[in-house]
């Protein structure tokens, strides 16, 4: 069993499709984020576990879903429709195995589905993770996998959009090894409210770039 933590906050149109996909021995683990429309109730009827986390933040609701999980390994992609579950496999296959630590689905993107700014703040992200932690990664990929204990173990503070770069950063200084596999990235459904707008991604890169010094 792998347990899959899906941050939500206001995904009511895309989690039945997204839910529907769950590969088997696959658990969707939403974690409601202060939603304002009816994503909980939506999540509970497709029959995944629902966890709140009333403080805001994607790293705060990362961490939230890791602690709600049990599973020796665990997954984390976006809950906006722009990944399909079914590619988890692909994602957790080398960390169930045992030949890796920590996997990233670098992102194929088609048509329309990563908007110019988001994509050169994420290649320029990448090239400073490289550069400050020698880790050789393509994509901050919101699909990722590890094992659940490794991961609380590994300390990553960061509550807010710096959750998944720190999370690499302390993962390459603590010697795991670090991989990654392409995933098809569609657009999402439904409005942006973080990439998909300018002032999303800066506010993103800005929590990044904090945890980078």
Same mark, same amino acid.
């Given at each position: 069993?792998?347990?899959?933590?899906?941050?939500?906050?206001?995904?009511?149109?895309?989690?039945?499709?997204?839910?529907?996909?769950?590969?088997?021995?696959?658990?969707?683990?939403? *974690?409601?984020?202060?939603?304002?429309?009816?994503?909980?109730?939506?999540?509970?009827?497709?029959?995944?576990? =629902?966890?709140?986390?009333?403080?805001?933040?994607?790293?705060?609701?990362?961490?939230?879903?890791?602690?709600?999980?049990?599973?020796?390994?665990?997954?984390?992609?976006?809950?906006?429709?722009?990944?399909?579950?079914?590619?988890?496999?692909? =994602?957790?296959?080398?960390?169930?195995?045992?030949?890796?630590?920590? =996997?990233?689905?670098?992102?194929?993107?088609?048509?329309?589905?990563?908007?110019?700014?988001?994509?050169?703040?994420?290649?320029?992200?990448?090239?400073?993770? !490289?550069? !400050?932690?020698?880790?050789?990664?393509?994509?901050?990929?919101?699909?990722?996998?590890?094992?659940?204990?490794?991961?609380?173990?590994?300390?990553?503070?960061? !509550? !807010?959009?710096?959750?998944?770069?720190?999370?690499?950063?302390?993962?390459?200084?603590?010697?795991?090894?670090?991989?990654?596999?392409? *995933?098809?990235?569609?657009?999402?459904?439904?409005?942006?409210?973080?990439?998909?707008?300018?002032?999303?991604?800066?506010?993103?890169?800005?929590?990044?770039?904090? =945890?980078?010094?």
């Amino acid at each position: 069993m792998v347990d899959v933590i899906l941050p939500v906050l206001d995904e009511e149109a895309a989690l039945p499709a997204l839910l529907g996909r769950m590969p088997d021995g696959h658990r969707p683990i939403v *974690v409601d984020n202060g939603s304002t429309d009816g994503s909980a109730a939506v999540a509970q009827a497709a029959g995944a576990l =629902v966890v709140a986390e009333p403080a805001r933040g994607f790293g705060a609701a990362c961490w939230r879903g890791l602690r709600a999980a049990s599973a020796e390994v665990v997954c984390f992609m976006d809950a906006d429709g722009s990944l399909d579950p079914r590619d988890l496999p692909l =994602v957790s296959a080398a960390v169930t195995d045992g030949t890796a630590d920590l =996997v990233l689905g670098a992102r194929r993107a088609s048509a329309g589905a990563w908007p110019v700014h988001a994509r050169l703040a994420n290649r320029l992200l990448a090239r400073e993770l !490289r550069r !400050r932690g020698g880790v050789v990664v393509t994509d901050l990929g919101p699909m990722r996998a590890a094992r659940r204990e490794a991961l609380l173990a590994l300390g990553v503070a960061d !509550r !807010r959009f710096g959750w998944p770069l720190e999370m690499v950063l302390r993962a390459a200084r603590a010697g795991w090894r670090i991989e990654e596999v392409p *995933v098809p990235y569609a657009p999402r459904i439904g409005r942006s409210k973080v990439t998909g707008t300018v002032r999303g991604t800066a506010r993103a890169v800005r929590d990044m770039a904090r =945890v980078l010094t």
